[in-house]
DNA sequence: CCCGAATCGTTGTATTTCCAACACATTGTA
DNA sequence: TACAATGTGTTGGAAATACAACGATTCGGG
């Protein structure tokens, strides 16, 4: 919450490096891209790219859950809690994640980028289920949170797999009631 | 020319005041932008803008430069000598140059711009008189350079004034013959 | 197999930029 | 007039970035 602001510099530094790396994940692999090329189009010394990250997995992983997090524009959620029309934007919003990354190539690194992509979930629902449960049940809230993130992810999958003919929304939709006693559920335990 | 390369942190802050600086100039006067304004929009500390520029009347100075340059596309012309082909196309930079200013307001700079405009004029022709006079007649080129400018800049103020409806290209085409004449002369002398 | 070129990750030092504070000038306003 | 608010230009010290160099590793070609 408190964290004095951030030095001007880094909020710089970490934009241009994280824009480089966007702009070559549109021309290249992942596995054909160089510490080197991003920092040369970044404009930056390398030796500052590893102030800032230690290697290039970390940079994918922050660079993807940035964009994630964009995608998701998470206040709105935050904010409110878990129902049935922030499951659906929030499934909406992985599709269209994942319709992104499609573009650019990151093969080899599905399993990275499916973790990611659980853990900032899992992360966002915890917030939403602390934000309607006041009493002191963290664990179980955590627990929670890892299952909707699991739940949700693997329903993209299943999406992806062989339901694309059906709009997100629609598929999302008709898991949703049961989803939802699910949750009423685990707030009652 | 052996300059050894500018610090790339540099390159990048006077690229952002600038930036700021034009992005201003076309919402407010000259009169009203502070220091403090373009440090804002370009998201750099005030003290760094005092380690760039001596105050705000050199940035105007160097950005104004900087854009007329870019106008002049020089390196066209210093590789070549005058001749009626470049004579047309830095009267034609100059006149639209302008013409870019007359989106933003200076007022009240008028005479500061007139100068800016000169002294860059001077500089190029000076430049292109050495390419085509290899003796050693440095003061007689740099008197050269200065009446060239001169007459340049104020066949562009005539132009402005009640020849507007005539295109740059016929206005200075018609005044060439005569002033290669006096180029001619002055080579002799 | 070895070699050379390129990248990686790290280090020490120089330079740039940030920040907070200062005295001073200017401006609006009570 | 006084006085609060805002901008100017400067300073010293802290933090971020640049740069050059290093050994280690990878990788492709001879």
Request: charged fraction near 30%; hydrophobic fraction near 40%.
């Amino acid at each position: 919450m408190s964290q004095s602001k951030t030095d001007p510099r880094v909020v710089r530094t970490r934009k241009l490096i994280m824009e480089a790396f966007v702009d070559l994940s549109s021309k290249k692999e992942f596995k054909d891209i160089t510490v080197k090329d991003i920092t040369t189009e970044a404009m930056i010394n390398r030796a500052t790219f590893y102030y800032h990250f230690e290697d290039i997995y970390d940079l994918l992983e922050k660079a993807l859950s940035e964009v994630l997090l964009i995608n998701l524009d998470c206040h709105n959620f935050e904010e409110n809690g878990i129902n049935g029309d922030s499951i659906v934007l929030i499934f909406k919003a992985i599709t269209n994640f994942q319709k992104t990354l499609s573009n650019r190539c990151h093969r080899g690194y599905e399993d990275t980028i499916a973790r990611i992509i659980r853990e900032q979930l899992e992360v966002i629902f915890y917030k939403m289920l602390l934000k309607q449960n006041t009493e002191e049940e963290n664990e179980a809230l955590k627990i929670a949170a890892v299952m909707l993130s699991w739940g949700i992810y693997g329903a993209s999958v299943e999406w992806r797999r062989n339901s694309r003919e059906i709009l997100p929304d629609e598929f999302i939709k008709s898991a949703i009631p049961y989803m939802m006693t699910g949750i009423k559920f685990s707030k009652l335990g």
